[in-house]
């Protein structure tokens, strides 16, 4: 696989507008007044039914809209669009967005979950079937894809993102973009990418939503930046700033990483929007003491739209006839809003067909991706005595928990216009997965209401079953934005019933549905086999029995590191050695006196119910040229008697350096299906970027030296071998 800075360095720093659509949006700007120019600056939203209020009807018609967000459906937004379009001056249509995160009408997979496919692929099938639903409705733009890295699981919105990994966040974030865009974000079925937030969001203190972040550049560029670049390499259209301040500077007023880096090193062409108020949040900040200061911070730093809030509007007229503002800043801020309408072809293609939209939501092609999506994102836990896959012949299951009956669960945060009703539960499939079986569904309460009765009724359900199934994890609103929680173990009395049904002496299982990584110990402890679903979306149930019973087999792998208590985090692969690396032989050496250091699961890690040998590594030439590439590879083989797919992944370790490295880094990855006894060889590309020679607008760099490979199906264990650049050994 070609690894990511060797793709970043071989692409252009961003497309050049064509010149047809430059003097499109010079001519429409050069007829601009003042009040028309900040019309387009300002995004509102519609209410919470979906329709939009008198007002936005009102501000269409006088051509003072640039943006909407949460007004959904076509009669709607066209009626929306043509009082813009019918009536204003300059007929400039208004851009209609919403925050489809994994899915419009048919619900996906979480993005962390489809993450843990560690299949591209996949997640542009999935942008592409979400783009396709919500273009049909006359959205033409997603709040999508989250790309923070994050490292802290407290935070909720880990569930909208790859992960704690720039390499692979950075295949995921181009997979989004491609999905939403593809060739051309004018054609039918697509939409405009927007890529956030910029930029460190996911490292707030304490895993806190809209909290302070306190990053070095080095490490922003490194682990923060590279999503972001390789969202805007692949040509996403929009970015969103950040709530967070980095150096004391807020995102949404941080001229270093919205002009300097953005458009200054990455030629970055389209728009930066804001975040939910976040432009009159600087004054929370401290640093602005109204929302004229707020609006004038803002636009000069690189904010192009304002989301929700109107200090844009109800100052900028004052500031800019003062000259406390350039009317540059207003102009450019346009024309980067107009140049986006006009590469989406929304002057030509403005409303949206009905016809289309029936058509469209929730088709038989739809789901099918969302089942095949959701398939391919579980992960297998444990499996002790192979306990999965559960017989088809057995003639009593029991399915135990709250969540086994809660379809809002399986679609978790940030479901678009997903409607429970759309997806069966988790014991709705298991009855349809054993048609002739007895299943037996005891659910108690909700999560955090378990009674003593409810576990006395998981009990007698295990013991009257064959075997029983515990579904287990967070509800839907337990994960997602300022859903951030002090505790990652199971919530409620859960494992009271985990255990409760493990007591009566028959096979059990567990099925976690959850946003975010838990800490399962006590529950691993308990049960011998756990299937991480995730928050699986509308087909997810089915996609759950199907590996429960064996039709599938679980080849998802975990794209971030699983803790052993909340305490310690932050937990993560690619962490730094330091003076002192932990030992259980020294005491004086970093780690915890009151348990282990290590992980529950590693990052990268994931159970099969067939089994995998990696042989053969090679490297070739082992030592090379500065500059040059070097080819790896392994032979991955299938031992077990079933098809399964192997996740082979390679590390990279710099033995040496100028400054501190981490003890592995993601270089290359590939998802392999492999029949049972088949074997396959797997090639990896190491060129001057994985190496360490970043490149100019990457800033840091490092010559080339002695490097440690290691190829494995996680990032702890594998097979190794080394590599020598510039030199002899």
């Known amino acids: 696989m070609i690894a990511l800075l060797a793709l970043i360095l071989s692409l252009p720093a961003a497309a050049a507008p064509s010149a047809d659509v430059e003097a499109r949006v010079q001519e429409l700007l050069s007829k601009m007044t003042l009040e028309e120019k900040l019309g387009q600056l300002q995004q509102l939203d519609g209410r919470a039914d979906g329709k939009a209020s008198p007002e936005l009807f009102d501000l269409a018609r006088t051509g003072r809209l640039g943006a909407v967000l949460g007004v959904l459906g076509s009669s709607e937004i066209n009626a929306l669009q043509r009082a813009a379009l019918e009536n204003s001056r300059l007929k400039i249509p208004i851009l209609f967005g919403f925050d489809v995160i994994h899915g419009y009408r048919t619900i996906f997979p979480i993005p962390l979950a489809l993450a843990s496919s560690w299949d591209p692929g996949e997640v542009e099938s999935a942008a592409r079937v979400s783009a396709r639903e919500a273009e049909a409705t006359g959205l033409r733009w997603m709040f999508s894809p989250m790309v923070d890295i994050a490292r802290d699981p407290r935070w909720g919105r880990v569930a909208e993102g790859a992960g704690e990994d720039p390499y692979l966040g950075s295949a995921m974030a181009r997979a989004w973009v491609r999905g939403y865009q593809g060739d051309d974000p004018s054609q039918p079925g697509r939409v405009a990418a927007c890529a956030k937030h910029w930029v460190g969001y996911g490292a707030a203190e304490g895993g806190r939503d809209y909290g302070t972040t306190e990053i070095s550049e080095r490490t922003l560029r490194e682990i923060y930046f590279p999503p972001f670049k390789a969202a805007v390499d692949a040509g996403a259209l929009t970015l969103m700033s950040a709530f967070n301040d980095l150096d004391g500077v807020p995102s949404t007023a941080n001229r ?307 803790p052993r208590s909340t305490g310690q985090i932050p937990i993560y692969y690619d962490h730094k050695n330091g003076g002192r690396p932990a030992s259980e032989s020294d005491h004086f050496t970093s780690k915890y006196i009151d348990g282990p250091w290590t992980p529950q699961f590693p990052f990268g890690w994931g159970l099969s119910y067939t089994t995998f040998t990696l042989s053969g590594l090679s490297v070739t030439p082992a030592v090379a040229a500065p500059g040059a590439t070097a080819i790896v590879r392994v032979e991955v083989s299938n031992d077990g008697a079933r098809a399964g797919d192997a996740v082979v992944q390679l590390y990279l370790r710099r033995r040496f350096a100028e400054v501190t490295r981490p003890v592995a880094e993601l270089k290359g990855f590939s998802r392999v299906g492999l029949k049972s006894g088949e074997s396959r060889v797997v090639e990896f590309a190491l060129g001057p970027a994985e190496l360490g020679f970043l490149g100019a607008d990457m800033k840091f760099s490092e010559p080339p030296g002695d490097y440690e490979i290691t190829v494995g199906t996680s990032s702890v264990g594998g097979l190794t071998a080394r590599l020598t650049v510039g030199g002899r050994r």
């Open 256 to 562: 270093f990483t919205l002009t300097d880096v953005l458009r200054g090193e990455w030629k970055f062409s389209g728009f930066v929007v804001s975040d939910y108020n976040a432009v009159h949040e600087l004054i929370n900040h401290g640093v602005a003491q109204d929302g004229a200061q707020a609006a004038a911070r803002a636009l000069t730093a690189g904010v192009d739209m304002e989301m929700v809030s109107r200090d844009y509007a109800q100052n900028l007229p004052e500031l800019v006839r003062a000259g406390a503002v350039p009317l540059s800043a207003v102009d450019e801020a346009v024309r980067r809003i107009l140049r986006v309408k006009f590469e989406l072809g929304l002057f030509e293609r403005p409303y949206a067909d009905p016809a289309r939209e029936d058509a469209e939501l929730l088709s038989a092609a739809s789901r099918a991706a969302a089942r095949r999506a959701a398939e391919r994102s579980l992960v297998l836990l444990q499996n002790d005595g192979g306990v999965l896959p559960l017989s088809k012949s057995l003639k009593t299951v029991a399915v135990i928990g709250p969540l086994a009956v809660d379809r809002a669960a399986l679609l978790g945060s940030w479901s678009g216009e997903g409607r429970p009703a759309d997806a069966a539960s988790v014991a709705d499939a298991v009855r349809a997965a054993l048609p002739g079986a007895r299943v037996i569904a005891s659910t108690g309460g909700a999560i955090g209401s378990l009674s003593d009765a409810d576990i006395q009724s998981a009990s007698e359900a295990a013991r009257a079953a064959d075997a029983a199934i515990v579904v287990l994890g967070e509800s839907a609103d337990m994960s997602g934005e300022a859903s951030a929680r002090s505790s990652l173990d199971l919530p409620g009395r859960q494992l009271e019933l985990a255990r409760a049904a493990a007591a009566a002496g028959k096979p059990v299982v567990a099925v976690a549905l959850n946003g975010r990584p838990l800490t399962l110990a006590p529950l691993l402890s308990t049960v011998p086999a756990v299937l991480e679903a995730w928050q699986p979306g509308t087909e997810g149930a089915a996609a759950v029995a199907a590996a429960l019973f064996g039709d599938a087999n679980p080849g998802g792998h975990l794209t971030m590191t699983f």
